[in-house]
């Protein structure tokens, strides 16, 4: 089963699989809280979306947009891709940067992170049809009084888990009474009597129970009986996001790669050796760099164009992608251009009268 998770833009919070500590469950002594099996498998069972920045997000207790502030200690003007006060009335909205696609019948439940207590502010939770829909959702968290409240970059700021919710739906409770199964009664009638038992001993300081401290069934996957769950699990294991790959970014390397092999094969099949191989190979990188040269400039300036009406990307994005670019055409380009010139060039013999160099006209010989 696969979750997609398509990145809007080729920058997006990161996406990890979701932390089972706590930092109040940390304060307590012996960090007894992780006792709760539960709760340590409920902080875990989804993933987390992080900020890609500390924000602080300041509210006067108004109901228009104006009476939030959003403030951050790096670019400001990164803030609106990534927060903002759409809703008004003290909400605040995250993006998440994704586009989400489950499988039929399945969507994703999205909300803070779990037994996370945040003073302030309190996230709102939705179950999202993300099998069908074509567009992004947000996370939206409601400020429970003025004040100010900080986001901390990798902080997480969204929970995201699935729901095959459909199937809720075909789901009939019934409500009965307890010695109506009587197999079920005694496995609780023995977890009864063995926790008062424990309890009373504990409280006495018995010596055995002040070592064992606390009983462990639920953590061991084991009745007061002493029979063995069929199914049982202590730890939430899952799996981190891949990224795919994407032919866009490689194919400045690609074409080159393709182009300097063609010209490696074309110097062995007409008898080339030495420097005349290098220069074939030179050529065939030029020619590959001028292909993703004419191929990414399209995607760059048609990017960067794009940026002049979309408030939502940084121009950094774009600065980084033709950065990126030029790291891959420039070595190829120039030195192969270089080298070529240099090994074939033309003389000039008179103003703007150029003939064959005698390299060159070997070269041409040969290739004859």
Same mark, same amino acid.
């Given at each position: 089963?696969?979750?997609?998770?398509?990145?809007?833009?080729?920058?997006? +919070? =990161?996406?990890?699989?979701?932390?089972?500590?706590?930092?109040?469950?940390?304060?307590?002594?012996?960090?007894?809280?992780?006792?709760?099996?539960?709760? #340590?498998?409920?902080?875990?069972?989804?993933?987390?979306?992080?900020?890609?920045? @500390?924000?602080?997000? *300041?509210?006067?207790?108004?109901?228009?947009?104006?009476?939030? =502030?959003?403030?951050?200690?790096?670019?400001?003007?990164?803030?609106?891709?990534?927060?903002?006060?759409?809703?008004?009335?003290?909400?605040?909205?995250?993006?998440?940067?994704?586009?989400?696609?489950?499988?039929?019948?399945?969507?994703?439940?999205? #909300?803070?992170?779990?037994?996370?207590?945040? @003073?302030?502010?309190?996230?709102?939770?939705?179950?999202?049809?993300?099998?069908?829909?074509?567009?992004?959702?947000?996370?939206?968290?409601?400020?429970?009084?003025?004040?100010?409240?900080?986001?901390? *970059?990798?902080?997480?700021?969204?929970?995201?888990?699935?729901?095959?919710?459909?199937?809720?739906?075909?789901?009939?409770?019934?409500?009965? !009474?307890?010695?109506?199964?009587?197999?079920?009664?005694?496995?609780?009638?023995?977890?009864?009597?063995?926790?008062?038992?424990?309890?009373?001993?504990?409280?006495?300081?018995?010596?055995?129970?002040?070592?064992?401290?606390? =009983?462990?069934?639920?953590?061991?996957?084991?009745?007061?009986?002493?029979?063995?769950?069929? #199914?049982?699990?202590?730890?939430?294991?899952?799996?981190? +996001?891949?990224?795919?790959?994407?032919?866009?970014?490689?194919?400045?390397?690609?074409?080159?790669?393709?182009?300097?092999?063609? &010209?490696?094969?074309?110097?062995?099949?007409?008898?080339?050796?030495?420097? @005349?191989?290098?220069?074939?190979?030179?050529?065939?990188?030029?020619? &590959?760099?001028?292909?993703?040269?004419?191929? &990414?400039?399209?995607?760059?300036?048609?990017?960067? !164009?794009?940026? !002049?009406?979309?408030?939502?990307?940084?121009?950094?994005?774009?600065?980084? #992608?033709?950065?990126?670019?030029?790291?891959?055409?420039?070595?190829?380009?120039? +030195?192969?251009?270089?080298?070529?010139? *240099?090994?074939?060039?033309?003389?000039?013999?008179?103003?703007?009268?150029?003939? +064959?160099?005698?390299?060159?006209?070997?070269?041409?010989?040969?290739?004859?």
């Amino acid at each position: 089963m696969h979750l997609d998770c398509y990145k809007i833009y080729d920058v997006a +919070p =990161q996406m990890v699989p979701a932390r089972s500590n706590r930092d109040w469950m940390d304060a307590f002594t012996d960090r007894h809280p992780y006792r709760c099996l539960p709760l #340590t498998m409920a902080n875990s069972t989804g993933w987390e979306l992080l900020c890609p920045m @500390d924000i602080k997000i *300041k509210w006067n207790g108004g109901t228009r947009n104006e009476d939030i =502030q959003i403030l951050t200690r790096g670019d400001p003007n990164a803030i609106s891709s990534f927060a903002d006060a759409h809703f008004m009335r003290g909400i605040v909205t995250f993006h998440t940067g994704h586009l989400f696609r489950t499988p039929p019948g399945w969507g994703v439940w999205v #909300t803070g992170p779990p037994n996370w207590p945040k @003073d302030g502010i309190y996230p709102l939770t939705g179950l999202v049809e993300t099998d069908w829909l074509p567009f992004p959702f947000t996370m939206n968290w409601q400020m429970t009084r003025p004040g100010e409240v900080i986001f901390e *970059k990798d902080e997480p700021f969204a929970f995201i888990t699935l729901m095959e919710h459909k199937k809720l739906e075909e789901i009939e409770p019934e409500r009965k !009474l307890l010695r109506s199964n009587t197999e079920l009664v005694k496995e609780y009638n023995a977890w009864t009597e063995s926790r008062s038992d424990f309890n009373k001993r504990l409280k006495t300081g018995e010596e055995n129970a002040m070592k064992e401290r606390w =009983q462990r069934h639920y953590m061991r996957g084991e009745k007061p009986t002493g029979d063995k769950a069929d #199914t049982h699990q202590t730890k939430r294991r899952l799996k981190a +996001p891949k990224e795919s790959f994407v032919l866009g970014a490689a194919l400045p390397f690609i074409l080159i790669g393709v182009c300097a092999l063609l &010209g490696v094969g074309y110097a062995v099949l007409n008898g080339f050796s030495g420097a @005349d191989i290098l220069d074939a190979v030179s050529f065939g990188a030029f020619v &590959g760099a001028m292909m993703a040269l004419l191929g &990414g400039a399209d995607m760059i300036f048609g990017s960067a !164009l794009g940026g !002049l009406f979309d408030k939502n990307t940084p121009w950094t994005e774009y600065l980084a #992608t033709a950065i990126g670019y030029a790291t891959v055409w420039v070595p190829a380009i120039i +030195p192969g251009s270089l080298h070529f010139h *240099k090994r074939f060039g033309f003389e000039e013999i008179g103003e703007n009268i150029f003939v +064959p160099s005698e390299k060159e006209v070997i070269y041409m010989e040969r290739v004859i």
